[in-house]
């Protein structure tokens, strides 16, 4: 058998390289990847080229200064909200794909909910709720009188810890549910066989057999609290990426930005490693119709119980934000909705667009290039040139206008010299800068269902297809992208969504006077006028919910 595959793959290597065309189109297909992989190399290789050759007086002023503050505050955040994370999502996990109680079936999907909310909106939704001057604080404060009234401190580390929490656990009862729907009760029943009661049983053998896909939606976790910018700044939380921000904006310092932008992407890649080990390790337990073993019925007040804390979770994760953001965008509609209001919305949409197109255009590119070189040179690139979405956008922007301010003073200066033209900045202040920032943050998204469609195309139609004459661009045009439309639409979407709710590139690279819907909210939030970010704020989570029920379509599948 071990023959037979490899003659297989050999043959149909040999079908892609007797292309009419020769090794010119042979080599243009496999530079595809290399070239996309070396774009999003250059801004890593500049941040990490600041780490390796430091400025002393920058390294000297930030340890100092800022360094130890923004590494304690950013370790027990990411502590505290990986462990609440983890907790919280493997244990809506494990009930809704266990157990059986009221309501379970709509909890199932209902819990991804929170996804659709930006974590920086949900941040502004609590502290207008619960912050001193808030409704809830106010209300308390009639009832029982302010000299008995005791809240804790929304605006402190632990209101940052629950903010991000209620919005990233998401990512962990995924992962969670989708590995204990694969054990389903067997794993209880073999447990049991061996003396354990359920409890036991659930932390000797299923919670193991499941903690490869638990430890990956933690590194999610992690990666997200990282890179997260909107959060803390509401808050006024100091961390790395919000430094990075105000030491390019308010000290109007390249240096110390890209200094500490080199420090936070070297804990990304230790995080990257260690997920890629724990992915590695990933296997199935059940493969045969786990789902449809019965589930555990659970009675009485446990019923009740798991199903009053799946509600309360959905509550304060969606239910909450989400009305309260209605009734804000209501009361502010008339006097926001205004033609300042239509050009932030143009110009989400636009740069959403446009992102949208190319980063899934280059996409399709380096799937079929992979496709027909299967090499492993191909292969290490396409891994290279879709690791920019586990990099901080903060980082990405730096590391992208670095180059690209360098190559537009040298452009400068060569028209200076051959054609005596003045001719001011070319690159910067566009919106390449952010199109191309946003390719390198989302290509992964682009990719993953593109290819995965792919991988449902076999090679025998590519060979029938060389065979009435068919190659290279005829054949991605007349035969793959026609299959492809739905791996190809599902990406643009997704990617779609993405940039609507990214902050910190748009914030940070944008031109003078392209504000969209994510930066109104930033300027809002950043005065306190909770009020008047309601409106853009809807508008992003309506379309963050077509992600969701695209999400909820495949889990369902």
């Given amino acids: 058998m071990l023959n037979v595959k490899s003659e297989d793959r050999s043959t149909r290597t040999s079908f892609f390289n007797c292309s009419p065309y020769g090794f010119r189109a042979i080599f243009s297909w496999r530079f595809i990847p290399v070239l996309v992989a070396v774009l999003v190399l250059i801004p890593v290789g500049t941040i990490l080229l600041s780490f390796l050759a430091p400025a002393g007086d920058v390294w000297q002023h930030l340890v100092e200064?800022?360094?130890?503050?923004?590494?304690?505050?950013?370790?027990?955040?990411?502590?505290?909200?990986a462990v609440s994370s983890a907790l919280l999502g493997v244990s809506l996990a494990w009930f809704t794909a266990v157990c059986e109680f009221p309501g379970r079936k709509f909890f199932s999907w209902g819990l991804l909910l929170p996804l659709a909310i930006p974590a920086y909106v949900m941040a502004f939704v609590t502290l207008g709720l619960f912050d001193f001057t808030g409704p809830v604080q106010t209300l308390l404060r009639s009832w029982v009188g302010p000299e008995q009234f005791w809240f804790p401190n929304v605006r402190g580390r632990l209101g940052v810890i629950i903010v991000m929490t209620l919005a990233f656990y998401p990512y962990v009862y995924l992962l969670a549910r989708n590995a204990f729907l694969t054990q389903g009760k067997r794993s209880l029943e073999a447990a049991q066989s061996l003396g354990f009661n359920r409890m036991q049983g659930f932390l000797k053998v299923a919670l193991p057999m499941a903690r490869p896909w638990i430890a990956s939606g933690v590194m999610l976790v992690l990666m997200e609290t990282l890179a997260d910018f909107g959060t803390v700044a509401v808050f006024n939380y100091d961390t790395f990426t919000t430094a990075i921000y105000k030491a390019w904006f308010s000290m109007f310092s390249l240096s110390a930005a890209s200094q500490l932008a080199s420090l936070l992407i070297v804990i990304v890649f230790v995080l990257i490693v260690m997920e890629q080990q724990f992915r590695s390790r990933m296997r199935?337990?059940?493969?045969?119709?786990?789902?449809?073993?019965?589930?555990?019925?659970?009675?009485?007040?446990?019923?009740?119980?798991?199903?009053?804390?799946?509600?309360?979770?959905?509550?304060f994760a969606f239910l909450l934000p989400i009305t309260q953001l209605i009734i804000w965008a209501t009361d502010t509609f008339v006097e926001?909705?205004?033609?300042?209001?239509?050009?932030f919305l143009w110009h989400s949409l636009m740069l959403s667009g446009l992102a949208a197109l190319l980063t899934c255009s280059v996409a399709v590119l380096v799937v079929y290039s992979a496709r027909r070189h299967p090499d492993t040179v191909t292969r290490v690139a396409v891994r290279i040139a879709t690791i920019g979405y586990a990099l901080p956008g903060v980082v990405l922007a730096v590391g992208i206008f670095v180059p690209l301010a360098w190559l537009d003073n040298w452009l400068s200066e060569m028209a200076m010299q051959l054609f005596h033209i003045e001719t001011g900045s070319l690159i910067q202040g566009t919106l390449a800068i952010m199109l191309i920032a946003y390719m390198t943050r989302f290509l992964a998204v682009g990719h993953n269902p593109i290819d995965s469609a792919m991988q449902r195309i076999t090679f025998s139609i590519d060979e029938a297809s060389m065979g009435l004459g068919l190659n290279g661009w005829s054949m991605l045009k007349r035969v793959h992208l026609p299959i492809l439309k739905g791996g190809i639409f599902t990406a643009v979407t997704l990617v779609f969504v993405d940039v609507m709710k990214e902050m910190p590139i748009t914030l940070m690279t944008r031109p003078f006077g392209w504000d969209t819907l994510a930066v109104r909210?930033?300027?809002?939030?950043?005065?306190?006028?909770?009020?008047?970010?309601?409106?853009p704020a809807v508008a992003l989570v309506l379309a963050g919910l077509i992600p969701i029920v695209l999400l909820t379509r495949q889990v369902e599948k």
Avoid at 65 to 81: A, D, E, K, M, Y
Avoid at 336 to 343: A, K, S, T, V, W
């Fill in 336 to 343: 926001e909705f205004n033609q300042l209001y239509l050009g």
């Fill in 521 to 535: 909210i930033f300027e809002m939030t950043s005065e306190g006028e909770w009020e008047q970010a309601a409106l």
């Fill in 284 to 315: 199935y337990a059940e493969t045969k119709h786990s789902s449809r073993i019965p589930r555990i019925p659970l009675t009485g007040w446990r019923a009740w119980g798991v199903a009053g804390f799946a509600l309360a979770i959905l509550f």
């Fill in 65 to 81: 200064t800022i360094l130890p503050s923004l590494l304690i505050n950013t370790f027990w955040l990411t502590l505290g909200v």
